[in-house]
């Protein structure tokens, strides 16, 4: 029969054993590896339902604008600028214009008028070839006409004079004698108070007539012309 083993002896016995069961463990674990690595390699995929996708992008995902869009809304806001600046030009030159239009067509209102309405039996030709060279058509070939037909012989019979002038306001009175009633850049209308003196064989004494006379004036090649006048 054996002999009995010490404890100690029982002990180390114990330690060897677990000792060969540790390395035997190890080198089926290494040989396991080195069998399936792809196994240990394989990255985890994402479940699908975790996934990020293109036509999905979330709540709060910003959506960036296309560069195509924002070049057409570009040349849209500059085609508008342009147009914009464009349409102000336009009514600044004319506004400005327009203001000329009304300075120049009251200073050739005032000086056309005494002309066009004044007239002496002693020298008509020559007063009414002055006043057509204020006037332009319709007006002109009217006043050629009425001159000739109608003035000419009745000043010519009673010796006809008369003298017009711009009426001047009386002291206080603030209405103007000329006052443009509207205006464009190439026509104007003006209001013109006129003092008309008349002495004839038919009038004892100077006679004073105070007159409105409205005249449409507008631009020609040879400066503001007269084109009608009316009497109110």
Not at 166 to 188: E, F, L
Request: charged residues 30%.
């Amino acid at each position: 029969m054996p002999k009995p083993m010490s404890v100690a002896a029982a002990a180390r016995a114990a330690a060897k054993r677990a000792e060969r069961a540790r390395v035997t463990d190890t080198r089926d674990a290494r040989e396991a590896q080195q069998e399936a690595p792809e196994a240990q390699e394989a990255p985890r995929r994402t479940p699908r339902w975790k996934r990020p996708t293109t036509k999905d992008p979330g709540r709060n995902a910003v959506r960036r604008p296309r560069p195509r869009l924002l070049t057409a809304a570009l040349a849209a806001l500059v085609t508008a600028g342009l147009a914009a600046t464009t349409v102000l030009g336009l009514e600044y030159r004319d506004a400005r214009r327009t203001d000329e239009a009304r300075t120049a067509a009251t200073a050739a209102a005032r000086k056309a008028a005494p002309v066009i309405l004044s007239y002496d039996y002693r020298r008509l030709d020559r007063d009414f070839a002055a006043a057509r060279g204020h006037l332009t058509a319709p007006f002109l070939d009217e006043y050629t006409k009425t001159t000739k037909t109608v003035v000419a012989p009745t000043a010519e019979k009673y010796q006809g004079v008369v003298k017009a002038t711009v009426a001047k306001p009386a002291a206080g009175d603030t209405t103007p004698a000329v006052s443009v009633v509207r205006a464009s850049p190439d026509r104007a209308v003006v209001l013109l108070f006129m003092n008309q003196v008349t002495t004839s064989t038919q009038v004892s004494v100077p006679r004073v007539d105070l007159n409105r006379v409205r005249m449409t004036l507008v631009r020609t090649d040879k400066g503001w012309k007269v084109g009608a006048v009316d009497a109110l």
